[in-house]
């Protein structure tokens, strides 16, 4: 059997608008995605947008975008009011929704697209009046700005005003909470996007195992472009501190999983070459020394890499086209 080759022609554009999972208010898991040559973004997750709109603006990642009719506007904000058309939610933990509540009042009307539990807990504990006013659809004197859109586990949806479909399945994270993975795809190709997850084996789950057998399909026939995962905590991190969240030695023990479901008789070959965007690794204070958790799972990664797999770090306000 001859290696899967993936030398696909892109088929998206991504914006990172925050990469990490703490501390930093200014830089909270937070993607745009668009189709390739579109500029119709839905903005997965949200926890930092406005400051990292600027970045990205500032590194030139909006070039494509037409500035000539509203002259008096930053680039910033056109993207935000005119090209996010939707927000995908993992979950509703407040480093995956401080941005979107902030720029709430300068926003324009759009859909909240997520899991019935995600969207419950918008509607009931962030836009209720208690914590912000309520600029969702629902609940008590809804302003109406956002529209609640419930996802069915399973059963791809196509994304207003885009050319993509989402398909949402539940991931687990930690007892108390759950999460989800965005499958999103346009013109038969796809990205996988996963919210905080932790490994099956500590969250006594199969979460991450069925959405697995869900993607296996097609990374196999090379429609899959790209995944979304979260790398929280180095690998020294104590296990039953990791409150539902994955380190690199998971990570490649749950790709390795993949890659059997993926070429059986092959499985050292299955994700040659596969792109693997890393996400929400929690910045670390220490007095002593600059923070360097980022350097120290880059490296863990490569060294247990026996998959031969893309891992991307990227730092907030990157452009990628996969
Ligand atoms: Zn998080």
Redesign the pocket.
């Known amino acids: 059997m001859k290696p899967v080759m993936r030398n696909l022609p892109p088929k998206f554009v991504w914006i990172s608008l925050g990469v990490e999972?703490g501390i930093n208010e200014s830089n909270l898991?937070a993607y745009l995605l668009a189709p390739y040559q579109s500029s119709d973004f839905i903005c997965l997750d949200a926890g930092t947008l406005f400051a990292g709109l600027q970045v990205a603006a500032n590194n030139g990642c909006f070039h494509d975008i037409p500035m000539q009719d509203q002259p008096d506007q930053c680039v910033e904000s056109v993207v935000l009011k005119s090209h996010v058309k939707a927000y995908l939610i993992s979950h509703s933990?407040l480093?995956?929704l401080h941005g979107l509540v902030s720029v709430s009042p300068n926003d324009t009307p759009k859909p909240i697209i997520g899991l019935p539990e995600t969207i419950d807990g918008i509607r009931d504990s962030i836009f209720n009046w208690v914590s912000w006013p309520n600029m969702g659809n629902e609940g008590k004197n809804p302003v109406g700005q956002y529209q609640y859109q419930r996802l069915s586990e399973g059963r791809r949806t196509p994304i207003e005003n885009t050319s993509m479909h989402v398909e949402a399945l539940s991931l687990a994270h930690s007892n108390s909470a759950d999460s989800a993975a965005f499958l999103i795809d346009h013109d038969g190709h796809y990205v996988l996007y996963m919210g905080?997850t932790g490994p099956d084996e500590v969250e006594q789950r199969t979460t991450t195992e069925d959405l697995w057998k869900r993607i296996a399909p097609l990374i196999r026939e090379n429609r899959l472009h790209m995944i979304t995962i979260e790398a929280s905590f180095v690998d020294s991190h104590p296990e039953e501190l990791l409150f539902g969240h994955l380190t690199p030695k998971w990570i490649l023990k749950s790709f390795r999983k993949l890659a059997l479901m993926v070429e059986p008789n092959q499985p050292q070959q299955a994700l040659a070459g596969l792109k693997v965007v890393i996400a929400?690794i929690k910045p670390c204070l220490l007095a002593s020394k600059p923070d360097n958790t980022r350097q120290i799972i880059e490296q863990q990664l490569a060294s247990h890499n026996d998959l031969g797999i893309h891992f991307i770090l990227v730092s907030q306000g990157t452009r990628l086209e996969f």
């Open positions: 999972g898991n933990f480093d995956h905080d929400h």
